[in-house]
């Protein structure tokens, strides 16, 4: 099915919060400053990514990185299972975690379910007029496709580098994925990720201190099936979002 989109911008700032506590001592009140700090070394996972981009820049002089065209997807099937886009027998199941890396908002197209380009990934750009000339140049090749898309089919979409914990290892390089995200995805992401920034509901729950990045967090993503509420024969596979915890590098293995 054709999934919708919408805009969402996920917040990945570090920031200081202060808070009063009050203690008593000898039967006195006594106020006491207490600065909360998002631990910084959790960015371990963003500082992988860099490094990637920079090292592929350096050994490819003259060329362009773009993580949206480049890498590899991960992808969830008519069962609700997370696989390999390009190799379905790599299956992580209806539950993977991953700490989210990094992500932009792209103006994008995937081609239509039972259509020639299903699962094809044919405009996916920074700006809406770029989106707009990717697909008039992808139209100038494929002619009998204006009778299936326009203009209007180019959403704005999250799109995301994540990386699975299970690769990670001390001396491994661990697997890259990008994870695209529908419309109604895309909106529960950005609350999602607030939520875990104001330390809210399970971030809570699981010691996330406030003024947390997602990208210092191990998120579980989840599979369910989403419909549309004006049209509920309308059905495709989303993504719920859940923080397991702090990612520590030590927790798997990683000597910093």
Request: without cysteine; hydrophobic residues 35%.
């Amino acid at each position: 099915m054709t999934e919708e989109n919408k805009n969402v911008e996920a917040t990945n700032t570090e920031v200081v919060v202060t808070e009063e506590a009050a203690t008593k001592e000898d039967g006195n009140l006594k106020i006491l400053n207490r600065n909360e700090i998002a631990p910084t070394h959790q960015s371990y996972i963003s500082a992988i990514l860099e490094e990637t981009k920079q090292g592929f820049l350096e050994a490819n002089a003259g060329m362009d990185f773009d993580f949206v065209h480049m890498g590899e997807w991960l992808s969830r099937d008519s069962k609700g299972n997370f696989i390999e886009k390009e190799d379905e027998s790599v299956n992580y199941g209806d539950s993977i975690d991953v700490v989210v890396g990094h992500g932009e908002k792209r103006y994008s197209l995937w081609g239509f379910d039972d259509s020639p380009e299903e699962g094809q990934l044919i405009v996916a750009e920074a700006t809406e007029q770029e989106g707009r000339d990717a697909l008039e140049s992808f139209l100038e090749t494929s002619p009998d496709a204006a009778e299936r898309y326009s203009y209007d089919d180019i959403k704005l979409r999250y799109m995301a580098m994540v990386v699975p914990v299970s690769s990670l290892g001390d001396g491994e390089f661990p697997q890259i994925y990008n994870l695209s995200l529908s419309p109604s995805d895309t909106i529960i992401f950005g609350r999602w990720a607030m939520g875990v920034f104001q330390g809210k509901g399970l971030a809570k729950e699981v010691g996330i201190p406030r003024g947390t990045g997602i990208n210092r967090v191990v998120t579980r993503l989840k599979t369910v099936e989403r419909t549309n509420r004006n049209n509920k024969a309308q059905k495709w596979i989303g993504v719920d979002f859940e923080p397991v915890g702090m990612f520590n590098p030590s927790d798997y293995g990683i000597q910093e």
